[in-house]
């Protein structure tokens, strides 16, 4: 069925980047591991770190996972949305071009869940 708009929807949006006092919405997703249902969202200054994005919030989130310890960050395939690219970990996420509301997915090359399963 096609579906016609009548008029123009426009609003101000609540997760504009100016409503974050100076931090910016940051998703991360571990691909192929589904245990964790979506990706999980942090608000963060985008002076923040990429070392300080795998060591501290990466490892917060997903450490609880039994692959996250078999994880070797040297093989991690990185990628911002659809797009591949391969962060500076000296680098922040403003300089390593990661913006507001940015997917980062990160997938890990021979883990694939919890028993080859996906979760």
């Known amino acids: 069925m096609t579906v016609k708009a009548l008029d123009t929807y426009a609003f101000k ?3 504009a980047l100016e409503n ?4 910016q919405l940051l998703y991360i997703n571990w691909e192929k591991h589904r245990l964790f249902s979506r990706p999980f969202v942090l608000a963060l200054p985008p002076e ?8 501290k919030y990466i490892t917060d989130c997903f450490s609880y ?3 996250f310890a ?6 991690v395939i990185w990628q911002n949305s659809t797009t591949p ?3 500076d970990r000296n680098k922040s996420l403003a300089e390593n071009k990661i ?10 090359p021979g883990l694939n869940g919890i028993a080859d399963t996906g979760y």
């Open 13 to 15: 949006s609540s997760d």
């Open 20 to 23: 974050y006092h100076g931090k």
């Open 48 to 55: 923040t770190p990429f070392s300080v994005i795998i060591d």
């Open 65 to 67: 996972h039994p692959d």
């Open 70 to 75: 078999k994880i070797d960050w040297k093989t």
């Open 85 to 87: 690219f391969t962060p």
């Open 99 to 108: 913006g507001h509301k940015d997917l980062i997915r990160f997938t890990t």
